[in-house]
């Protein structure tokens, strides 16, 4: 009698300790005896972006017009030490996501939609390809703990440096490469065998701390000429130290990568449990640089911010809180065609389905993008693709703008977090702007 009945007319209830998702975690254990790999970033509901609201203008302060007032979006990064800083059109960079994790055509595609637009694009574990070189107005090289592919020349090639100390989505871990995306030309460029897994470093194999990391950028400085910016990139953890340690050492830039940050395969319990929320992290850093004298000037230290940042909504929000500009991964990733509907069936087939396809370790991705699988590479055409990132990036910066100007400022980085109120409680104390219609802001005195 029971088989017609919906599981609720059933009186059947969900654990929410035990939920269905929790339940497969332990079956799939028991069954294959190995934790689980993924990429993507934090899946559970974490205080996020949305959990802000912009005040707009009305009687206190006046909006400016979109059609006829201007709203700037550019910005300089590492004006502080370096002969050429990087001028970009527009507050949206792109993260660092390595060759190897994605497959050439998908790095070449970052690079086109990039440079049309006027931002910069990111190498990453792994080394620097020619298609991406050749592709990138302003291409920043990151220099890693597994040292993978690195190459004076390239740092040479590079408009910027990036040194990574961790990633949001496993502060304190290393990357990972399986077996199957070591195709000859990865194993190259990493002078590692092809078809082994490959784990990369979690820490820089020649320095324990902040004195050797000042010593590592004197070094950077020196075989670039002094010429490029250098960044230091940081996993949200202990933020306001790292932040004012990496500036001590020498930092032109600081990149902040929040939990929700995306990965290209990390262990399922490092994402979801290691590292603090993106929103909790930006107030601490933008402390620290105040304190040090060195936010938000021309000759000060840049702070970028990433980790689930998805619209312009974000951006803004990001950039009220005092980001200089942010960085994108997982959204550039789906503009390219990631995670696109039309390979409904053959993420089935993966065991998957459009909009949960995060198995980017596993090289069989029907986009093309995180895959070294010649025939799945070809189906990207980096053309198409870079088209489709750039119109995401214009839509993401128009809609930044949009709001910039609602609130009355003539340039995004104008946005402050006066312009801010949060929707609960956890995120006016993480965010540091008032409960909305209250001037209350859980925890300020309380310091870390
Ligand atoms: C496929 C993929 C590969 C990545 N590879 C690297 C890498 O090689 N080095 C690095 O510092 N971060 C890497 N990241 C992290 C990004 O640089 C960035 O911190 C993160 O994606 C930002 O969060 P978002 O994806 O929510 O935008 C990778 C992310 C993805 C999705």
């Known amino acids: 009698m029971t088989e017609n009945l919906s599981i609720q007319q059933r009186g059947l209830r969900e654990s929410a300790t035990f939920d269905r998702t929790t339940i497969a975690a332990i079956q799939r254990a028991a069954e294959t005896g190995v934790y689980d790999i993924r990429g993507w970033g934090a899946k559970r509901a974490l205080p996020h972006f949305d959990d802000l609201l912009f005040l707009g203008a009305s009687m206190s302060r006046y909006p ?19 002969k050429y800083p990087l001028h970009l059109d527009i507050p949206v960079t792109i993260a660092g996501m390595s060759f190897g994790a994605l497959s050439g055509a998908a790095k070449e595609a970052l690079g086109r939609g990039a440079s049309t637009v006027g931002t910069s694009t990111t190498t990453g574990d792994g080394g620097m390809t ?15 703990p597994s040292r993978y592919g690195m190459n004076p020349d390239d740092l040479r090639k590079a408009d910027a440096i990036e040194i990574v100390l961790g990633q949001g989505a496993k502060p304190g871990g290393g990357g990972m490469l399986l077996g199957q995306k070591i195709t000859e030309r990865v194993a190259a460029m990493r002078t590692l065998p092809e078809g082994i897994d ?19 950028i004197a070094e950077l400085r020196e075989i670039t000429d002094w010429e490029k910016p250098i960044y230091v990139k940081v996993g949200a953890t202990r933020t306001y130290y790292d932040v004012k340690l990496a500036v ?7 990149v902040v990568d929040g939990m929700q940050g995306g990965t290209a395969a990390t262990q399922e319990v490092f994402i979801e449990h290691v590292g603090i929320p993106t929103l909790a992290a930006i107030p601490q850093a933008v402390q620290a640089l ?15 911010v990433s980790g689930g940042i998805r619209n312009g ?62 025939q799945l590479s070809a189906r990207l055409d980096p053309v198409a693709a870079g088209n489709r990132l750039a119109n995401f990036l214009r839509v993401t910066t128009m809609e930044a703008q949009t709001i910039a100007r609602a609130c009355g400022k003539a340039h ?15 995120a006016a104390a993480m965010a540091r702007v008032p409960l909305a219609g209250t001037s209350w802001i859980p925890g300020t005195g309380g310091g870390f």
């Open 248 to 254: 001590h050492s020498g930092a032109d830039v600081v």
């Open 412 to 426: 995004v980085a104008h946005l402050e977090p006066e312009d801010l109120v949060a929707i609960s409680i956890e």
């Open 290 to 304: 105040q304190e040090l004298g060195v936010h938000r000037h021309r000759e000060g230290v840049q702070l970028i």
């Open 130 to 144: 020619t298609e991406e070189r050749g592709q990138s107005k302003h291409l920043v090289y990151q220099y890693l």
């Open 313 to 374: 909504a974000d951006v803004a929000k990001a950039m009220a809180l005092g980001a200089d500009a942010v960085a994108i991964g997982t959204a550039a990733l789906i503009a390219l065609g990631d995670n696109d509907p039309r390979y409904e069936a053959e993420y089935e087939a993966l065991g998957s389905a459009a909009g949960y396809y995060d198995d980017f370790q596993d090289g069989r991705d029907p986009a093309g993008i995180s895959t070294q699988d010649p």
């Open 198 to 216: 490959q784990r990369s470093a979690s820490r820089h194999p020649d320095w324990t701390g902040p004195d050797d990391l000042a010593i590592k």
């Open 64 to 82: 400016l017009e979109g059609y006829r007032e201007k709203c700037g979006t550019d910005v300089v990064l590492g004006a502080r030490n370096a």
